[in-house]
Nanobody
């Protein structure tokens, strides 16, 4: 059975860091680009970062550039999002998604995880 499971979310103080993981099973991960998205109540899902199937291309939303780093380990079927210098406005549910196409738009991705909550608060 195919699964996409995010983990690593939690409560962190402003200025802190978290590393999110996206564990994938039932997919040949190196066929897919991976995107990280986030969503808060009442708002559209926002593309945070993406990485190409080979890992040679990455993109970031302007709001997270210089603070977040996406990486992938195809051998471990896992994708990571290292989040540093976290701000209260980073608070959201974070989702991992797989897609054949590459980009920060949600429409590029066909398969989605259930999300993990990140809360940045003092």
């Amino acid at each position: 059975q195919s699964q996409i499971v995010e983990s690593g979310g939690g409560l962190v103080q402003p200025g802190g860091f978290l590393t999110l993981s996206c564990a994938v099973s039932g997919f040949t991960l190196d066929y897919y680009a991976i995107g990280w998205f986030r969503q808060t109540p009442g708002k559209e899902r926002e593309g945070v970062s993406c990485i190409s199937s080979s890992g040679d291309r990455t993109d970031y939303a302007d709001s997270v550039k210089g603070r977040f780093t996406i990486s992938r380990d195809n051998a471990k079927n896992t994708v990571y999002l290292q989040m540093n210098s976290l701000k209260p406005e980073d608070t959201a549910v974070y989702f991992c998604a797989l897609g054949v196409a590459y980009g920060l738009g949600a429409g590029f991705y066909e398969y989605w995880g259930q999300g993990t909550q990140v809360t940045v608060s003092s």
